[in-house]
């Protein structure tokens, strides 16, 4: 009959009976449920065939009365089992580790169609799987054709098996926040009177070390902004966010004005019209001691585009990957002689401006587009090929999707590109 929990054990204290609505919510927030096998959960269940000597093991969630393999690894004389997985639901409704040793001869399991049917279970052990909040909402699973002994040896490899997955599924819940967060952090649609524009943002992981951002401020100009962290993952994603702030504060005082150049008596902030290379000199401020900290730097470049006269004021901070593609075929590249910001405190950045034409293309990009054209400066003129040969930005974008998507292996990949269309 039915071993219920006690020597067999389970991960952690005492886990509740949790009912169906609350399993739900884990289960949505994962978005694992009718989704491909995936090697890091199948890892577990080939460790578990070897390590139990099983023809059988899954993971399996569990939603309502429905269940799911999210992974099933069995050998080759074994056939796939029906959809409905019996045991685990009566395993993550109790909460409770559930080892069955003969299911023909339990009452509660004797008619089930995995006992009755294809593979004809006798033996099944099964530990509940949990989310971030500790919501058992599927099992890990072993299951065999004969009768098999169990011992606390068993109990404490299967166990140790089982925390292994938590801990997968708590970083899959953590990454979707993560990723959530830094989706909500990228404008929206870049909207330009007289251009076409259009950007993507590519993370290499869950979340990009890599950002963009824009933002609109009336008549005094349109801010165009792209930063690379050093690195990538979510230790650079959270340096983009700290980044991001900092720009956007000081763009603003930029659009009132009050980021004017220094005086050539006082050395302050008051000796003419606004500055954008006192802006990212303001930002490296701000952010010098944290990038140190983290013993990390930012590339980027900042422009201000005054849409009604095409005129763009740029600062480019040990950036280089900003060019204007004029209609005529000529490249300019936009590069400066600042450094990174982070690098060291008192670093200045100068201005310069430049002038697009209707058909004149801006296009800023982040060194990963490079990776995937040859990882060389000279991929420069591959990316003004790519977009002088496309209808707007939105095909240069699908341009560049595809190229990403051909290599799984690529860096962060972000990428911004207007075009001025019309003179207003």
Known sequence: MTQPSGPVGRAGPAAPATGPERRSRGLDALDLLDTPAEERF????????????????????????????????RIPQVPEPPATDDFSLACVESGEVLVVPDAREDPSYADAPTVTGAPRVRFWAGH????????????LALADRRLRAWDGRDAQLLRELARWVDTELATESEAQRATAVQDALLPPPLVLEGYDAA??????????????????????????????VMGK?????????????????EATAYARGRRDG?????????????????????????????????????TGFVGWVHPERGELRWVDAGHGLALVCRAS???????????????????????SRV??????????????????????????DEIARLALGAADPAGLMTAV????????????????????????
């Open 42 to 73: 199948d890892r577990f269940t080939r460790m578990a065939l070897v390590l139990f000597d099983v023809p059988l093991a899954s993971i399996t969630l569990v939603d309502g009365d429905r269940t799911f393999f999210k992974s099933l690894t």
């Open 128 to 139: 509940p799987v949990h989310d971030a909040n500790g919501t058992p909402i599927g099992t």
């Open 199 to 228: 950007a993507l943002c590519l993370p290499t992981s869950v979340v990009s070390g890599d950002f963009y951002d824009h933002a609109g401020f009336g008549d005094d100009g349109h801010l165009l902004a792209l930063a690379d």
């Open 233 to 249: 993952g979510t230790g650079a994603a959270i340096l983009t966010a700290t980044v991001r702030a900092a720009l956007r504060a």
């Open 262 to 298: 220094p005086d050539p008596g006082t050395g302050s902030g008051t000796g003419g019209p606004a500055d954008l290379g006192v802006v990212v000199s303001a930002v490296n401020a701000l952010l010098v001691t944290d990038l140190a900290a983290s013993d990390a730097f930012v």
């Open 329 to 351: 075929g000529e490249v300019v590249r936009l590069h400066g002689e600042g450094l990174p910001l982070g690098v060291v405190e008192d670093g200045t950045w100068a201005e």
């Open 355 to 380: 002038v697009l034409e209707p058909g004149d293309w801006f296009v800023l990009t982040s060194d990963g587009l490079l990776d995937l054209l040859g990882g060389t400066l000279e991929s420069l």
């Open 401 to 424: 999707r595809a190229l990403a998507d051909d290599d799984p292996a690529r860096d962060d990949v972000t990428v911004l590109a207007i075009r001025r269309t019309e003179r207003l």
